[in-house]
Protein backbone atom coordinates (compact mmCIF):
# COMPACT_ATOMS: atom_id res chain seq x y z
CA UNK A 1 0.00 0.00 0.00
CA UNK A 2 1.40 3.32 -1.23
CA UNK A 3 1.95 5.73 2.52
CA UNK A 4 1.89 9.66 1.89
CA UNK A 5 5.17 11.04 2.12
CA UNK A 6 6.27 14.39 3.42
CA UNK A 7 8.35 16.65 2.00
CA UNK A 8 7.34 19.77 3.95
CA UNK A 9 5.07 21.18 5.25
CA UNK A 10 3.73 22.64 1.88
CA UNK A 11 4.68 19.46 -0.19
CA UNK A 12 3.73 16.01 -0.27
CA UNK A 13 3.61 12.95 -2.69
CA UNK A 14 2.04 9.51 -2.77
CA UNK A 15 5.01 7.39 -4.34
CA UNK A 16 4.46 5.27 -7.76
CA UNK A 17 3.50 1.63 -8.55
CA UNK A 18 5.11 -0.46 -10.71
CA UNK A 19 3.31 -3.16 -11.71
CA UNK A 20 -0.11 -1.31 -12.25
CA UNK A 21 1.81 1.77 -13.82
CA UNK A 22 0.44 4.45 -11.08
CA UNK A 23 2.43 7.26 -11.47
CA UNK A 24 3.49 9.59 -8.68
CA UNK A 25 0.97 12.01 -7.10
CA UNK A 26 1.48 15.30 -5.92
CA UNK A 27 -0.15 17.95 -3.21
CA UNK A 28 1.36 21.67 -3.36
CA UNK A 29 -0.48 22.93 -0.51
CA UNK A 30 -0.21 26.49 -0.10
CA UNK A 31 -1.63 29.15 2.18
CA UNK A 32 -4.79 29.31 0.42
CA UNK A 33 -5.44 26.57 -2.01
CA UNK A 34 -4.13 23.16 -2.25
CA UNK A 35 -3.27 22.02 -5.91
CA UNK A 36 -2.67 17.99 -6.57
CA UNK A 37 -0.62 16.89 -9.51
CA UNK A 38 -2.25 14.11 -11.59
CA UNK A 39 -5.44 12.48 -11.17
CA UNK A 40 -4.46 9.03 -10.87
CA UNK A 41 -4.72 5.38 -12.71
CA UNK A 42 -8.05 4.81 -11.37
CA UNK A 43 -10.92 6.08 -9.06
CA UNK A 44 -9.33 3.47 -6.57
CA UNK A 45 -5.83 5.32 -6.49
CA UNK A 46 -7.56 8.96 -6.79
CA UNK A 47 -9.20 7.69 -3.70
CA UNK A 48 -6.32 6.30 -1.98
CA UNK A 49 -4.79 10.10 -2.61
CA UNK A 50 -7.60 11.75 -1.17
CA UNK A 51 -8.03 9.96 1.49
CA UNK A 52 -4.83 9.79 2.78
CA UNK A 53 -4.76 13.93 2.41
CA UNK A 54 -7.81 14.06 4.04
CA UNK A 55 -5.88 12.13 7.03
CA UNK A 56 -3.86 15.20 7.18
CA UNK A 57 -6.36 17.28 7.19
CA UNK A 58 -6.30 18.80 3.34
CA UNK A 59 -8.50 19.23 1.01
CA UNK A 60 -7.85 19.96 -2.63
CA UNK A 61 -9.26 22.82 -4.65
CA UNK A 62 -7.85 22.84 -8.01
CA UNK A 63 -5.89 19.81 -10.27
CA UNK A 64 -2.91 19.69 -13.08
CA UNK A 65 -1.92 17.11 -15.49
CA UNK A 66 1.31 16.75 -16.56
CA UNK A 67 -0.14 14.91 -19.58
CA UNK A 68 -2.66 12.80 -21.46
CA UNK A 69 -2.09 9.25 -20.42
CA UNK A 70 -4.20 6.82 -18.53
CA UNK A 71 -2.12 6.28 -15.92
CA UNK A 72 -2.19 10.15 -15.06
CA UNK A 73 -6.01 10.93 -15.64
CA UNK A 74 -8.16 7.87 -15.47
CA UNK A 75 -8.78 9.02 -11.99
CA UNK A 76 -10.41 12.86 -12.66
CA UNK A 77 -13.78 12.11 -12.38
CA UNK A 78 -13.22 11.28 -8.30
CA UNK A 79 -11.83 14.64 -7.70
CA UNK A 80 -14.47 17.03 -7.96
CA UNK A 81 -12.32 20.25 -8.18
CA UNK A 82 -11.65 22.32 -11.31
CA UNK A 83 -8.90 20.74 -13.31
CA UNK A 84 -5.78 22.21 -15.30
CA UNK A 85 -4.28 21.21 -18.13
CA UNK A 86 -2.46 22.56 -21.60
CA UNK A 87 -4.59 22.74 -24.84
CA UNK A 88 -3.03 19.73 -26.06
CA UNK A 89 -3.84 17.23 -23.53
CA UNK A 90 -7.26 18.83 -23.59
CA UNK A 91 -7.42 17.64 -26.77
CA UNK A 92 -5.68 14.15 -26.60
CA UNK A 93 -8.09 13.36 -23.53
CA UNK A 94 -11.25 14.03 -25.93
CA UNK A 95 -9.74 12.09 -28.40
CA UNK A 96 -9.97 8.91 -25.46
CA UNK A 97 -13.12 9.72 -24.50
CA UNK A 98 -15.10 7.54 -26.73
CA UNK A 99 -12.83 4.53 -26.24
CA UNK A 100 -13.99 0.99 -24.82
CA UNK A 101 -11.28 -0.64 -21.87
CA UNK A 102 -12.73 -3.73 -21.75
CA UNK A 103 -10.42 -6.79 -22.76
CA UNK A 104 -11.40 -7.08 -26.67
CA UNK A 105 -11.26 -3.95 -27.56
CA UNK A 106 -8.06 -2.80 -25.75
CA UNK A 107 -6.81 -6.01 -27.52
CA UNK A 108 -7.93 -5.26 -30.79
CA UNK A 109 -5.85 -1.21 -30.41
CA UNK A 110 -2.81 -3.61 -29.24
CA UNK A 111 -3.80 -5.61 -32.55
CA UNK A 112 -4.09 -2.43 -34.75
CA UNK A 113 -0.85 -0.81 -33.05
CA UNK A 114 -3.04 2.23 -31.52
CA UNK A 115 -2.41 0.70 -27.95
CA UNK A 116 0.81 -0.62 -26.03
CA UNK A 117 0.81 -4.18 -24.57
CA UNK A 118 2.69 -2.42 -21.48
CA UNK A 119 -0.95 0.14 -21.22
CA UNK A 120 -2.90 -2.73 -21.91
CA UNK A 121 -1.87 -5.24 -19.16
CA UNK A 122 -1.62 -2.38 -16.57
CA UNK A 123 -4.70 -1.47 -17.27
CA UNK A 124 -6.57 -5.24 -16.79
CA UNK A 125 -4.20 -5.47 -13.62
CA UNK A 126 -5.76 -2.20 -12.10
CA UNK A 127 -8.92 -2.63 -12.76
CA UNK A 128 -9.50 -6.65 -13.12
CA UNK A 129 -13.08 -6.98 -14.27
CA UNK A 130 -14.24 -4.20 -13.18
CA UNK A 131 -13.67 -1.78 -15.86
CA UNK A 132 -16.14 1.46 -15.19
CA UNK A 133 -13.83 4.09 -16.84
CA UNK A 134 -15.24 7.50 -18.26
CA UNK A 135 -12.66 9.59 -19.18
CA UNK A 136 -13.76 13.35 -17.87
CA UNK A 137 -12.13 16.30 -19.54
CA UNK A 138 -10.13 19.38 -17.79
CA UNK A 139 -12.22 22.58 -16.68
CA UNK A 140 -9.23 24.95 -17.41
CA UNK A 141 -7.43 24.95 -20.38
CA UNK A 142 -3.69 26.93 -21.44
CA UNK A 143 -1.79 27.27 -24.07
CA UNK A 144 1.99 27.52 -23.26
CA UNK A 145 2.42 28.53 -19.44
CA UNK A 146 0.49 29.52 -16.85
CA UNK A 147 0.47 30.18 -12.73
CA UNK A 148 -1.47 29.42 -9.86
CA UNK A 149 -1.25 31.51 -6.95
CA UNK A 150 -2.02 29.12 -3.52
CA UNK A 151 -1.22 31.87 -1.19
CA UNK A 152 2.48 32.37 -0.21
CA UNK A 153 3.15 29.50 -2.51
CA UNK A 154 3.47 29.23 -6.58
CA UNK A 155 2.60 26.92 -9.18
CA UNK A 156 3.97 27.63 -12.78
CA UNK A 157 3.08 25.28 -15.21
CA UNK A 158 5.25 25.40 -18.39
CA UNK A 159 4.14 23.06 -21.59
CA UNK A 160 7.83 21.23 -22.31
CA UNK A 161 6.76 18.61 -25.21
CA UNK A 162 9.18 15.64 -25.85
CA UNK A 163 9.29 12.59 -26.89
CA UNK A 164 7.45 10.80 -24.55
CA UNK A 165 4.18 12.82 -24.67
CA UNK A 166 4.24 15.70 -26.82
CA UNK A 167 1.23 17.59 -24.69
CA UNK A 168 3.88 16.56 -21.80
CA UNK A 169 3.95 19.56 -18.86
CA UNK A 170 6.25 20.07 -15.75
CA UNK A 171 4.85 21.85 -12.93
CA UNK A 172 7.27 23.86 -10.81
CA UNK A 173 6.98 25.39 -7.53
CA UNK A 174 9.93 28.15 -6.81
CA UNK A 175 9.32 28.26 -2.98
CA UNK A 176 9.83 25.10 -2.82
CA UNK A 177 12.45 24.57 -5.18
CA UNK A 178 10.64 21.46 -6.86
CA UNK A 179 10.34 20.34 -10.12
CA UNK A 180 7.50 18.03 -10.88
CA UNK A 181 8.67 16.15 -14.38
CA UNK A 182 5.71 14.28 -15.17
CA UNK A 183 6.59 11.32 -17.83
CA UNK A 184 8.59 13.83 -19.78
CA UNK A 185 11.98 12.32 -19.71
CA UNK A 186 10.99 9.22 -20.66
CA UNK A 187 10.66 8.04 -24.07
CA UNK A 188 8.22 7.41 -26.85
CA UNK A 189 6.19 4.34 -25.83
CA UNK A 190 3.68 4.41 -28.19
CA UNK A 191 6.29 2.99 -31.03
CA UNK A 192 7.13 -0.42 -32.41
CA UNK A 193 10.62 0.00 -30.88
CA UNK A 194 10.62 2.72 -27.87
CA UNK A 195 12.31 5.76 -28.35
CA UNK A 196 13.79 9.02 -27.90
CA UNK A 197 15.25 11.56 -30.88
CA UNK A 198 17.95 13.56 -31.09
CA UNK A 199 16.20 16.38 -31.67
CA UNK A 200 13.47 16.69 -28.90
CA UNK A 201 15.48 15.30 -26.49
CA UNK A 202 18.40 18.10 -26.93
CA UNK A 203 15.24 20.48 -26.40
CA UNK A 204 13.79 19.29 -23.56
CA UNK A 205 16.67 18.99 -21.59
CA UNK A 206 17.57 23.02 -22.71
CA UNK A 207 14.02 23.83 -21.48
CA UNK A 208 14.40 21.90 -17.70
CA UNK A 209 17.92 22.78 -17.10
CA UNK A 210 16.75 26.18 -16.71
CA UNK A 211 14.67 25.21 -13.58
CA UNK A 212 16.41 26.23 -10.28
CA UNK A 213 14.80 23.32 -8.38
CA UNK A 214 16.41 20.72 -5.65
CA UNK A 215 13.72 18.37 -5.83
CA UNK A 216 12.79 16.51 -8.68
CA UNK A 217 9.63 14.19 -9.12
CA UNK A 218 9.75 11.66 -12.13
CA UNK A 219 6.00 9.88 -11.92
CA UNK A 220 7.59 6.58 -12.01
CA UNK A 221 10.82 6.54 -10.25
CA UNK A 222 9.96 5.21 -6.94
CA UNK A 223 11.55 8.07 -5.16
CA UNK A 224 11.91 12.08 -6.24
CA UNK A 225 15.73 12.19 -7.26
CA UNK A 226 17.88 15.34 -5.54
CA UNK A 227 19.89 18.00 -7.82
CA UNK A 228 22.75 15.99 -8.34
CA UNK A 229 21.18 12.79 -9.88
CA UNK A 230 18.71 14.86 -11.82
CA UNK A 231 21.71 16.65 -13.41
CA UNK A 232 23.22 13.59 -14.29
CA UNK A 233 20.24 12.14 -16.07
CA UNK A 234 20.52 14.90 -17.85
CA UNK A 235 23.79 14.90 -18.53
CA UNK A 236 23.33 10.94 -19.74
CA UNK A 237 20.37 11.89 -21.82
CA UNK A 238 22.30 14.91 -23.50
CA UNK A 239 25.94 12.72 -23.60
CA UNK A 240 23.97 10.07 -25.87
CA UNK A 241 21.81 12.35 -28.11
CA UNK A 242 24.71 13.92 -28.99
CA UNK A 243 26.97 11.12 -29.39
CA UNK A 244 24.25 9.57 -31.51
CA UNK A 245 24.20 12.54 -33.61
CA UNK A 246 27.92 12.72 -33.81
CA UNK A 247 28.26 8.72 -35.11
CA UNK A 248 24.88 8.57 -37.34
CA UNK A 249 23.12 6.43 -35.01
CA UNK A 250 25.83 3.89 -34.99
CA UNK A 251 25.68 1.82 -32.09
CA UNK A 252 28.83 0.04 -31.37
CA UNK A 253 30.62 3.62 -32.19
CA UNK A 254 28.26 5.66 -29.23
CA UNK A 255 29.07 2.97 -26.93
CA UNK A 256 32.34 3.00 -27.74
CA UNK A 257 33.22 6.64 -27.44
CA UNK A 258 31.03 6.78 -24.08
CA UNK A 259 32.76 4.08 -22.34
CA UNK A 260 35.92 5.92 -23.48
CA UNK A 261 34.75 9.02 -21.89
CA UNK A 262 33.88 7.89 -18.72
CA UNK A 263 36.94 5.68 -18.62
CA UNK A 264 34.57 2.33 -17.45
CA UNK A 265 32.13 -0.07 -19.03
CA UNK A 266 28.50 1.37 -19.60
CA UNK A 267 25.94 0.33 -17.09
CA UNK A 268 22.24 -0.91 -18.13
CA UNK A 269 20.66 2.90 -17.90
CA UNK A 270 23.44 3.88 -20.23
CA UNK A 271 23.42 1.36 -22.82
CA UNK A 272 19.16 1.75 -22.60
CA UNK A 273 19.34 5.48 -23.45
CA UNK A 274 21.49 5.20 -26.27
CA UNK A 275 19.60 2.18 -27.60
CA UNK A 276 16.27 4.59 -27.41
CA UNK A 277 18.03 7.17 -28.81
CA UNK A 278 19.62 4.30 -31.98
CA UNK A 279 16.07 3.70 -32.25
CA UNK A 280 14.40 7.19 -32.62
CA UNK A 281 17.62 7.85 -35.12
ZN1 LIG B 1 3.12 8.94 -19.86
Redesign the pocket.
Known amino acids: MQKLTRISDRLYYLPPVQETDR?ILGAVIGAEKTILIDAGNSSQHANLFLQQLKEIGVQPDLLALT?W?W??VFGLREIPVPSISCKETYGKIKEMQPLSWEDEHLDRRVEEGTEIPFCADAIKLEFGNKRDIQVQLPTIVFENRMTVHLGGLTCEIEHVGGD??SDSCVIFIPEEKALFV??CL?AN?YAEKWNYTVEKTLKLIQQLEKYDAEIFFL?HHPAPLNKEAFHSLLQLLKNAALLTEKHEGDENAIQREMAANLQRDLNEEELETIGFLVNGW
Open positions: PHHDHHSGDYLS
